[in-house]
Each structure stands twice: as structure tokens, then as C-alpha cells.
């Protein structure tokens, strides 16, 4: 049986990432991205600080009301139809060995060839230069709970003083067509000492989030009118079920220079305001789709 052809490729830069900067920056500078993992930004993110008119060039014409995972999914689709995102597995593991960058993808090693890689997400990525300094803040935490009682109101959002349960972003359930029915998502700032700890868990985390939803002035589920009042109602308690614990650590890594890489910690927003429109197909496919 004869060996598979290896494929290798020649690039003069490669933008490594998944995230909203890697792929604004291939964008901008039409340089193709390659990711270790695919991280969209969470469905309740928004733009701190926006641009004016800086997101025209993907096709959108009110920067207030898209969001960091609209322009995401938008940014994936425009850089793969036009080439630009030559591996689409979601997850991959990155080598880099002297000036060539091999890509593990479904069982399968694809090399690139470069002079650069401009690199915004170094995780899973093995081959770069020693770290010389780390720079490390608080984990974004969030507990994503399904709402079992207490679902139908008209909140949206529920902020606390506090960085355990900070904050409360409610969204239409995915678990039902009934969009009126709302679970939610709830976003904890902690150390790693602090997740080790049962105060800080998604248990207790639960606690806090009823309380939070009570003092809104949330109900549960109504349970018949009231005997001694017949024109009020009775409700049941507030039930809430915790589904997922989703920790995103926060942490910045400096490496010691080297000619082959250009690692880049610039924000979304900084990006954003400096992005420029893209040139050749790129530029054909943002004016017709």
C-alpha cells in the first residue's frame, strides 16, 4: 500500500488563533488563520468601547445592535469561503519546528511553511520560545443553569456588587421551542484558590442566583389562586438546575524574542478601530453576500 502524499504548503504569514482578534486581523490583512480550537465569543457579549463605522466591511450596517459572536460567525464564513481558513477541523494540535508549522486534523499532518506567524492565542501550541513573564488575573466563570421554575418574566440581565455571581444574563431556552421561557447564564470572577473552594462552587452558586432572582421580584411557576384571596394567584419556588461550569482562564504569556513569531495582545476594539477593508476575493465576497 502506497504512503499518503504529505501535504505541504508555503506561506509567508500565518495568523494562529480562534478567537474574534485572530480572525479580525486575517480579515483585515487577508493572511490566512489556523487554530488550535475555535473560541466564539459568548452569546451575551458585547463591545465595551465601539468604533464608529468600522464594521462596515463586513456587511454591517448598525454597529449597535450586532454583537462579538454575530461579527464572529460572520468573520468564519467570509475567511472560509474564501480560502483563508484552510483547516476547519475544531480542534487541532500546533507544532511549530524551526520555520515550518505542522497541523494535526483528523488523523491527518498538514504542514505550512512560513517567515511569521503572527500569533494571538498561544495554547496548544508546542515549539515557541521560552516564556519570560506571566501575567495572570482572574478566571471568567460561567454557570450555565437551566430554569425549572421561575422562567417566564422580563428580565434580561441582574448585576451584584460582588465577583461570585456578578452577573445574570437570561436568554430563551434552547431546551424548548417556547422561546418565552428563559434559562440563564451566570458570570463569576474567582482565583484558582477560589474554585477549589465549595463557597465558590456551582452549587453555592446556584443559592446566590435564586436569591438574586427573588429579590428582582421573580416567581416560580404559578400553582393555583389563593384560597383566602381568589383574585391572587399562588406560585411555587424558584427551582434552578445547574447544567455546565465553564471556567475561561485569563492569562498572558511574554516569550523571548524571536524573528519567527510576533505575538500580539492587542484588544477586539483596538482591532476594530484600525481594521482596514480587504483586498482581491475577500473584498468581491463582502460586497455580494
Known amino acids: 500500500m502506497s504512503r499518503k502524499k504529505e501535504l505541504v504548503f508555503e506561506k509567508d504569514e500565518i495568523v494562529i488563533g480562534g478567537d474574534l482578534r485572530a480572525l479580525l486581523h486575517s480579515f483585515s490583512y487577508n493572511v490566512p488563520v489556523i487554530y488550535s480550537s475555535l473560541r466564539p465569543p459568548l452569546r451575551f457579549d458585547r463591545f465595551d468601547k465601539f468604533p464608529s463605522e468600522c464594521l462596515g466591511p463586513l456587511g454591517f450596517s448598525c454597529a449597535q445592535t450586532c454583537t462579538p459572536r454575530q461579527v464572529w460567525e460572520r468573520l468564519v464564513f467570509l475567511l472560509g469561503l474564501s480560502g483563508l481558513m484552510p483547516i476547519n477541523n475544531p480542534e487541532n494540535t500546533l507544532r511549530v519546528t524551526e520555520n515550518q508549522l505542522s ?46 421554575s421561575g422562567c417566564r418574566h422580563d428580565h ?15 436568554y430563551p431556552t434552547e431546551r424548548s421551542d417556547n422561546k418565552k421561557l428563559k434559562d440563564l447564564a451566570a458570570v463569576s470572577y474567582l482565583t484558582d484558590e477560589q474554585l477549589r473552594d465549595f463557597d465558590f462552587s456551582d452549587t453555592m452558586a446556584k443559592f446566590k442566583i435564586k436569591k438574586m432572582m427573588k429579590e428582582a421580584g421573580i416567581r416560580g411557576a404559578r400553582n393555583g389562586r389563593d384560597v383566602n384571596r381568589p383574585d391572587h394567584y399562588k406560585y411555587y419556588a424558584i427551582k434552578v438546575e445547574p447544567a455546565e461550569r465553564q471556567v475561561l482562564r485569563d492569562v498572558v504569556r511574554y516569550y523571548e524574542p524571536d524573528e519567527r513569531f510576533e505575538f500580539r495582545y492587542d484588544t477586539v476594539e483596538e482591532l476594530l478601530a484600525r481594521g482596514s477593508r480587504p483586498k482581491g476575493y475577500l473584498s468581491k465576497l463582502c460586497e455580494v453576500i
Open 103 to 148: 497541523v494535526s486534523a483528523n488523523s491527518r499532518v498538514i504542514k505550512f511553511n512560513f517567515n511569521k506567524l503572527v500569533i494571538y492565542e498561544d495554547e496548544g501550541i508546542a515549539g515557541l520560545t521560552r516564556v519570560t513573564k506571566e501575567k495572570r488575573e482572574k478566571n471568567r466563570v460561567i454557570d450555565w443553569v437551566n430554569v425549572r
Open 156 to 170: 434580561t440581565y441582574l448585576e451584584d456588587d460582588d465577583d461570585f455571581v456578578k452577573e445574570i444574563y437570561f
